[in-house]
């Protein structure tokens, strides 16, 4: 019997958005980046705020993903987590993943959601409409002074 369990619904596209931001073809408001990760903000926030956390290595979604880079992912996760918390005296973060169209995946390069949360304060849309790219820069700002402070 094959466990087709890792198997992507398709495979890797190296021409998808994120892949051309990691190669620098198209800008981003990046926050954090090193060897393996690079996080960035998401041009069409949840909340202000939302961050998006990606390996290097090419992988579609969770399951294809090697372990390695996702122990390398993880970590950023945390790191930049810790930050946009500091950064939007956040009452808590919510943090998601999508996998395939089924699952909510718009963008098929492997990536994690970071959205600062306020009590009371409902997530917009997914994909609800394109912030303001001065704003987007300065929250990216706030977020690498929070990265900065806490030596991150
Ligand atoms: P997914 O549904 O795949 O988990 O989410 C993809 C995310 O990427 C969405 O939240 C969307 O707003 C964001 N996104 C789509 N295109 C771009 C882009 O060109 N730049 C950035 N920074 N984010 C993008």
Aim: proline share 7%; aromatic share 6%; charged share 20%.
């Amino acid at each position: 019997m094959t466990d087709d369990s890792r198997a992507p619904s398709a495979p890797y596209d190296p021409g998808n958005i994120f892949a051309r931001i990691l190669r620098g073809e198209i800008p981003a408001h990046k926050v954090y980046e090193d060897e393996a990760t690079l996080a960035f903000m998401d041009v069409m926030p949840q909340g202000e705020g939302h961050t998006l956390v990606i390996p290097k290595a090419p992988a579609r979604g969770l399951l294809d993903a090697d372990p390695a880079s996702l122990a390398a992912l993880i970590a950023t996760v945390q790191r930049v987590a810790r930050a946009v918390k500091t950064a939007f005296a956040a009452d808590g973060l919510t943090i998601f993943q999508y996998n395939e169209p089924a699952g909510g995946q718009t963008v098929f390069h492997l990536h994690v959601h970071i959205v600062p949360r306020r009590e009371g304060v409902m997530l917009k849309r997914h994909e609800g409409g394109m912030a303001d790219p001065v704003m987007l820069a300065d929250h990216a700002a706030r977020i690498r002074a929070a990265l900065d402070s806490t030596g991150g």
